[in-house]
């Protein structure tokens, strides 16, 4: 999970704005949806709005 930090001085004062990309391949968007976490790893796989649609839609699925 990336997580990419940008780091800028406004009015003197330094500032760092942080988020996570999504885990889909070659995706952009920012994560906003935790799909699974392996806490002895320490890992967590998050997906943007998008791919998350996606997963609940194959989830649903594969539910019938």
């Known amino acids: 999970m990336p997580l990419v930090t940008i780091k800028t001085t406004i009015a003197g004062e330094e500032e760092s704005l942080s988020e996570y990309l999504c885990d889909w391949s ?11 976490v392996v806490r002895e790893l320490r890992s ?13 839609k194959q989830r649903r699925n594969n539910a019938a």
Do not use: F, R
């Open 44 to 56: 967590v796989s998050m997906v943007c709005d998008e791919h998350w649609e996606s997963i609940l």
């Open 26 to 36: 070659d995706c952009p968007n920012q994560a906003k949806h935790v799909v699974g």
